[in-house]
Protein backbone atom coordinates (compact mmCIF):
# COMPACT_ATOMS: atom_id res chain seq x y z
CA UNK A 1 0.00 0.00 0.00
CA UNK A 2 1.12 3.37 -0.79
CA UNK A 3 1.97 5.76 1.80
CA UNK A 4 2.85 9.50 2.60
CA UNK A 5 5.08 11.36 0.22
CA UNK A 6 7.45 13.59 1.61
CA UNK A 7 9.25 15.41 -1.18
CA UNK A 8 12.78 16.78 -0.99
CA UNK A 9 13.83 19.93 -2.23
CA UNK A 10 17.42 21.65 -2.69
CA UNK A 11 18.22 24.53 -0.71
CA UNK A 12 21.76 26.56 -0.40
CA UNK A 13 20.73 29.10 2.57
CA UNK A 14 19.52 28.15 5.70
CA UNK A 15 18.69 31.48 6.51
CA UNK A 16 16.47 31.91 3.35
CA UNK A 17 15.03 28.49 3.50
CA UNK A 18 13.77 29.67 7.40
CA UNK A 19 12.58 33.12 6.30
CA UNK A 20 10.57 31.84 3.10
CA UNK A 21 9.18 28.23 4.86
CA UNK A 22 8.59 29.52 8.60
CA UNK A 23 8.40 33.40 8.13
CA UNK A 24 6.52 33.54 5.21
CA UNK A 25 4.76 30.44 4.70
CA UNK A 26 3.84 29.41 8.37
CA UNK A 27 5.79 25.59 8.53
CA UNK A 28 7.74 24.28 11.26
CA UNK A 29 10.52 22.66 11.72
CA UNK A 30 10.44 18.90 12.32
CA UNK A 31 14.21 18.47 12.51
CA UNK A 32 17.54 19.70 11.00
CA UNK A 33 20.84 17.15 11.32
CA UNK A 34 23.98 17.91 9.83
CA UNK A 35 26.82 15.11 9.93
CA UNK A 36 29.32 17.49 11.37
CA UNK A 37 29.89 21.23 12.08
CA UNK A 38 29.70 22.95 8.72
CA UNK A 39 28.02 19.70 6.76
CA UNK A 40 25.34 20.98 4.24
CA UNK A 41 21.87 21.14 6.15
CA UNK A 42 18.77 18.61 5.90
CA UNK A 43 16.12 19.42 7.59
CA UNK A 44 12.21 18.63 7.92
CA UNK A 45 9.34 20.91 7.92
CA UNK A 46 5.43 20.92 7.99
CA UNK A 47 2.47 22.71 7.93
CA UNK A 48 -0.74 20.82 8.74
CA UNK A 49 -0.56 17.65 6.96
CA UNK A 50 2.24 19.04 4.57
CA UNK A 51 5.77 17.79 4.90
CA UNK A 52 8.54 18.65 3.10
CA UNK A 53 12.51 18.18 3.46
CA UNK A 54 14.85 20.74 2.62
CA UNK A 55 18.44 19.66 1.99
CA UNK A 56 21.94 21.37 1.26
CA UNK A 57 23.18 18.05 0.38
CA UNK A 58 24.51 18.39 -3.53
CA UNK A 59 22.43 15.40 -5.66
CA UNK A 60 19.33 14.92 -3.17
CA UNK A 61 17.54 17.00 -5.58
CA UNK A 62 17.72 19.59 -8.68
CA UNK A 63 17.07 23.25 -8.05
CA UNK A 64 13.82 24.06 -10.18
CA UNK A 65 11.41 21.34 -8.89
CA UNK A 66 7.80 22.10 -8.84
CA UNK A 67 5.20 20.81 -6.71
CA UNK A 68 1.21 21.32 -6.14
CA UNK A 69 -0.09 21.04 -2.57
CA UNK A 70 -3.71 20.84 -1.78
CA UNK A 71 -5.13 23.24 0.53
CA UNK A 72 -8.90 23.20 1.77
CA UNK A 73 -9.14 27.17 1.28
CA UNK A 74 -6.95 28.79 -1.66
CA UNK A 75 -8.41 31.83 -1.21
CA UNK A 76 -7.66 32.15 2.50
CA UNK A 77 -3.83 30.77 2.36
CA UNK A 78 -3.63 33.51 -0.43
CA UNK A 79 -5.02 36.48 2.03
CA UNK A 80 -2.86 35.16 4.78
CA UNK A 81 0.33 34.88 2.81
CA UNK A 82 -0.65 38.48 1.22
CA UNK A 83 -0.90 40.11 4.12
CA UNK A 84 2.70 39.27 5.54
CA UNK A 85 5.39 41.06 3.74
CA UNK A 86 8.06 38.96 1.62
CA UNK A 87 9.24 41.19 -0.89
CA UNK A 88 10.04 38.60 -3.05
CA UNK A 89 6.63 36.55 -3.61
CA UNK A 90 3.91 38.14 -4.67
CA UNK A 91 1.52 35.57 -6.05
CA UNK A 92 -1.97 35.79 -7.66
CA UNK A 93 -4.84 32.86 -7.99
CA UNK A 94 -5.75 31.95 -10.75
CA UNK A 95 -8.83 29.87 -12.50
CA UNK A 96 -7.47 26.96 -14.27
CA UNK A 97 -9.02 24.86 -16.87
CA UNK A 98 -8.95 21.72 -14.75
CA UNK A 99 -11.23 23.21 -12.24
CA UNK A 100 -8.98 24.45 -9.88
CA UNK A 101 -8.07 27.54 -8.18
CA UNK A 102 -4.15 27.86 -8.05
CA UNK A 103 -1.39 30.11 -7.00
CA UNK A 104 2.52 29.45 -7.40
CA UNK A 105 5.35 30.80 -5.19
CA UNK A 106 9.02 30.19 -5.83
CA UNK A 107 11.72 29.97 -3.09
CA UNK A 108 14.68 31.63 -3.23
CA UNK A 109 16.00 28.16 -4.40
CA UNK A 110 14.14 28.25 -7.68
CA UNK A 111 11.84 25.53 -6.61
CA UNK A 112 8.09 26.43 -7.57
CA UNK A 113 5.33 25.82 -5.16
CA UNK A 114 1.66 25.77 -6.40
CA UNK A 115 -1.06 25.55 -3.97
CA UNK A 116 -4.20 24.47 -5.43
CA UNK A 117 -8.07 23.62 -4.55
CA UNK A 118 -10.99 22.36 -6.26
CA UNK A 119 -13.51 24.35 -7.50
CA UNK A 120 -16.96 24.09 -5.95
CA UNK A 121 -19.17 23.67 -8.49
Request: glycine residues 6%; charged residues 20%.
Amino acid sequence: MLQQVTPILRSFDEAKALSFYLDFLGFQVLFKHRFRDGAPLYMGIRRDQCELHLSEHHGDACPGSALRIGVSDVDALYAELRAKVYAYAEPEVQDMPWGTRDFTVNDPFGNHLTFTSAVST
